[in-house]
């Protein structure tokens, strides 16, 4: 499984930015996906995941102000408004099928939000 991500970039504090992330047509359907995150100098962290036609759930640090969404089995999207410096790291799409499970990860982008 190939992900391909788009988005992050600079943003100030209070601004929004839009990750979206696309998987191989390959992939199997039945999977979660995801973001996470790492910082300098800290682990990679859990942002935000969804089950395809199933549940969601958010880091206590970003619910309320990120929202995950999926528009089909393959791709996933992560909406992140109300930004703080503490939002700024690389993204990680995630990637896990439910039959014979392993992680696939994406490239990583950056996001820097300026206080």
């Known amino acids: 499984v190939e992900l391909v991500e788009s988005g992050g970039g600079f943003v100030q504090a209070g601004g929004s930015l839009r990750l979206s992330c696309t998987a191989s047509?390959?992939?199997?359907?039945?999977?979660?996906m995801g973001w996470y995150r790492q910082a300098p100098g800290k682990q990679r962290e859990m942002v935000a995941q969804s089950f395809n036609r199933g549940p969601t759930g958010y880091a206590d640090s970003v619910e309320g102000r990120f929202r995950i969404s999926r528009d089909n089995a393959n791709t996933v999207s992560l909406q992140m408004d109300s930004l703080i410096p503490d939002d700024t790291a690389v993204y990680y799409c995630?990637?896990?099928?439910?039959?014979?499970?392993?992680?696939?990860w994406g490239q990583g982008t950056q996001v820097t939000v300026s206080s």
């Open positions: 047509d390959t992939a199997p359907s039945r999977n979660v």
């Open positions: 995630w990637f896990r099928p439910m039959v014979n499970p392993r992680d696939y």
